[in-house]
């Protein structure tokens, strides 16, 4: 009891020193965060929390029952979870992290996707979206695997596989999909992913920053449900809502 007062203590003059010495500020407000993190408390509650989602695929607002997609066929993934909903804080903060390249944002959205009381499942494997080699070489990083690498140091349950992080690649460049079609969201992700690895019976989840259709995340779950995974779940800080 006594060491964990000590450690407290500790940590909170470490905190006074370092917000001292290299003061943190909010990406939003631009007013000092007292934290780690580049977003402030008050930032952080206006932040719109995907709670009305479908139970499915996340797609917010839907009041928490099925949306007419998954009502229509069951998807691939066996579960959605997106922290927030995809709004213009949302996507300020996503231009700053991966347009801006400030890859300290990763860990800040890390931050937020475990503030915001999301249900992580224990599984047997822990995934990033891969990007296409070429993109990633272009962007310099894959803000997926920044996100995970930031997830499992936060929250240590949540570690990558060793060794599996390539398990599942992504052979071709697809365009993005924003403002593609359903159909041509489809036939842009035929072969899109492949698996490279021993999958077989595990669960496996894999973590994106953003969800914009859930196209990308079944077409991942389909080639690893493909080669043996038993339940494949998608984890991301956001979900867009329906056009
Ligand atoms: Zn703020
Ligand atoms: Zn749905």
């Known amino acids: 009891m006594e060491k964990k007062m000590v450690n407290s203590v500790t940590q909170n003059i470490a905190h006074r020193v370092i917000d001292y010495l290299a003061p943190q500020f909010c990406i939003y407000c631009d007013q000092q965060s007292h934290s780690p993190e580049a977003v402030c408390e008050v930032c952080q509650d206006a932040l719109r929390v995907n709670d009305q989602a479908c139970p499915q695929c996340a797609l917010p607002g839907m009041d928490g029952r099925l949306c007419p997609n998954c009502l229509k066929a069951e998807p691939a993934l066996k579960t959605?979870?997106?922290?927030?909903?995809?709004?213009?804080?949302?996507?300020?903060?996503?231009?700053?992290?991966?347009?801006?390249?400030?890859?300290?944002?990763?860990?800040?959205?890390?931050?937020?996707?475990?503030?915001?009381?999301?249900?992580?499942?224990?599984?047997?494997?822990?995934?990033?979206?891969?990007?296409?080699?070429?993109?990633?070489?272009?962007?310099?990083f894959n803000q997926s695997e920044d996100?995970?690498?930031?997830?499992?140091?936060?929250?240590?349950?949540?570690?990558?596989?060793?060794?599996?992080?390539?398990?599942?690649?992504?052979?071709?460049?697809?365009?993005?999909?924003?403002?593609?079609?359903?159909?041509?969201?489809?036939?842009?992700?035929?072969?899109?992913?492949?698996?490279?690895?021993?999958?077989?019976?595990?669960?496996?989840?894999v973590i994106d920053d953003v969800c914009t259709t859930s196209a990308t995340g079944n077409a991942m779950a389909r080639v690893l449900l493909d080669a043996g995974a038993s339940e494949v779940h998608l984890y991301c800080l956001a979900r867009t809502p329906s056009p």
């Open 80 to 140: 959605v979870t997106a922290a927030f909903e995809y709004d213009p804080a949302i996507a300020y903060l996503m231009h700053r992290w991966k347009y801006l390249k400030n890859r300290n944002l990763s860990r800040t959205a890390a931050k937020l996707m475990l503030n915001s009381e999301i249900c992580i499942k224990n599984v047997d494997i822990v995934l990033a979206t891969p990007l296409h080699w070429r993109r990633k070489l272009r962007r310099g």
């Open 147 to 205: 996100l995970l690498s930031s997830l499992s140091r936060l929250y240590p349950p949540l570690q990558p596989t060793p060794k599996k992080r390539a398990l599942l690649k992504r052979c071709i460049a697809t365009k993005t999909q924003a403002h593609a079609s359903r159909r041509e969201r489809l036939s842009n992700l035929q072969g899109a992913f492949t698996v490279v690895g021993n999958v077989h019976g595990c669960s496996v989840a």
